[in-house]
């Protein structure tokens, strides 16, 4: 009888122990770019929104025309609409997928992982209650645009997920190193591309950037495009 009940306890010990590892989130800072909407929750619309429709909404993966394994990662609704439990990112397949290892990783490998970062925001957004913030600009201040403080988190939540590394499918235009950057500043391809005055306006399928970002990175070019 003894012995029974403490077998339960150790059951229930070690199942409530590895519950609590499994949902614990780790938490770092998040990048210091625009991440503050309104009551200084995760900005979905200008820190999300960009980051699942560059690494994850690609043909052959989550956009429209492929929806792997059901999933379709381009607008509010659809990123909503599965696997994501709203305050409780622990608990969300899509918040999983981010930290699995192996081929279960999103994005998959060969791809990168995204940065802790990014992954920290997403946790962060989906405790927060995953919802529609949009109302962000207000965190931006274009008077800032040195290169690894303000312009890089830009690119990195706007562009790397198909700029950078084998996804460089941009034309082979790859933004993931200053020199990349750089190349496309003083060839001017980098603020038309934003401003939606060129050819191939960007971010590819995503809304435009704010005015204030765009200010920022003109701000930065402007400036001989330093590695500052
Ligand atoms: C969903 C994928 C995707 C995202 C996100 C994306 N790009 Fe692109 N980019 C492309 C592709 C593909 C091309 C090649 C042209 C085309 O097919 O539209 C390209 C081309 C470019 C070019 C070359 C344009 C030219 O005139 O030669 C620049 C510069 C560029 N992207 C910058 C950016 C920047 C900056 C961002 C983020 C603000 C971004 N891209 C986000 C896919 C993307």
Known sequence: MIKKSVFYFLMIFMAATQF????????????????????GAVCFQSD????????????????????????????YANIVSKGVRAGNAGGSKIYEVLVESGNDRMPQPPENPLTASQINLIARWINEGARNTSNCSSACDSSQFTYAAKVKPILQTNCLGCHSGVA?????????????????????TLYISINHTGTYPMPKNGAKLSDCKIAVVRKWIESGAPDN
């Open 20 to 39: 609590s590892c499994k949902h614990e989130i780790p938490f770092t800072p998040i990048d210091p770019s625009d991440t503050i909407a309104v009551n």
């Open 48 to 75: 999300i929104l960009p980051v699942f429709q560059s690494y994850c909404a690609k043909s052959g993966c989550h956009d429209a025309g492929s929806r792997e394994e059901g999933y379709q990662l381009d607008t």
């Open 168 to 188: 460089a499918s941009g034309g082979y235009i790859p933004l993931d190193t200053y020199d990349g950057v750089k190349e496309q500043a003083l060839f001017g």
